[in-house]
């Protein structure tokens, strides 16, 4: 028995309320076995106490099943997810998050063009699939604050204009995610001039005024980039994690490491690194990585966080982001949406838990 062949067997063990296993989640620090005895250590970021307790029972029971251990020697390290603070969850925006809003997490890219707005729309979807799943739909809310070329109401099959409730406005909504967009004030005729100073207070409203309701995760797409404008972006904004999109190329990691400063600076967690467009898979099956290989991974490494998902290049996808109709939606068994499912998962075990639906 090696430790390879234990983490195998650990595959078996569900994190509790998800389909995926505590392996694939990074949950599994070491294991090792000597003399019939296997020895494992678990590193787990949750503040419900019942779940240490339940996973050191599962794997204690899984390992025991297993001809040739005797005994078992289960270390569990327990760290709480970060509570939010002034800068974490709170930003420089007067009045911080709302209070309905448990989860805000930002999308970033070192650069444009790596597929961030793409991502995020798939990401919400599925995390909106999921939350239904779980008895918590209408949970879910984008905010696209690319400033430059807000495409999400697009790709997300959305072109009307939302509506203003008294002081609020009501934002639009499809697939089960509530979005609202720069998209939906500025059209390609907007004069660049209405950026700067303008735009930065009508995203600080995006975020207050909006009628965003009760909400387990509010994604908010960003300008893609890491320069000045995106830094105090960032630091207006209330945000409880990041989540930096990347593809491939090794190159990327040098750009998504100023991701990782950037959010370093204002005190906000990195919960992980997407690769999108990460290999192409030809009619025959076979995969082809056009793109170069290893760049999430070593960027996740760079940053000490985890890879949550590698997202194939495959025509589906942009098909999906120029129909209106994301992937994940139009075809929510194929491979592709499965990994963005998995990443929602990912992210969902790492985030804040919210309060139990309680009036259905
Ligand atoms: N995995 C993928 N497979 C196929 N096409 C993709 C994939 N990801 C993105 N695309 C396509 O690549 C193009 C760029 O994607 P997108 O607009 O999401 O990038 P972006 O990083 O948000 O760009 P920017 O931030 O510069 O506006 C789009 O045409 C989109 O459909």
Redesign the pocket.
Known sequence: MTPDSIKEILKQVKYPGFSRDIVSFGLVRSAAFADGVAKVSLALNTADPKIPLHLKNEVDKCLRAQPGINATLIDVAVTAPKPATPAAGGGNLAGGKPAGITNSVAIA?GK?????????VNLACALAQLLTAQGRPGRVGLMDC?I??P?VPL?IGINGRPTVEGDSIIPLENHGVKVMSMGFLVDDNTPVVWRGPMIMKTIQQFVQNVKWGELDVLLV?L??GTGDAQLSLVQTLPLDGAVL?TTPQLAATQIARKGGLMFQKVNVPILGVAE??SYFVDPAGNRHALFGEGGGAKTADTLGTSLLGQ?????E??AG??TGIPIVVSQPDSP?ARTFRDIGETLLARLRKPAPVTNG
Not at 112 to 120: D, I, L, R
Not at 311 to 315: D, E, H, N
């Open positions: 890219s444009g063009g790596v597929g961030k707005s793409t991502f995020s690319d430059y070329g495409s790709m797409d300008p893609p999109v999108n467009m997202v194939p290049l495959i025509p996808i942009r982001g120029d592709a």
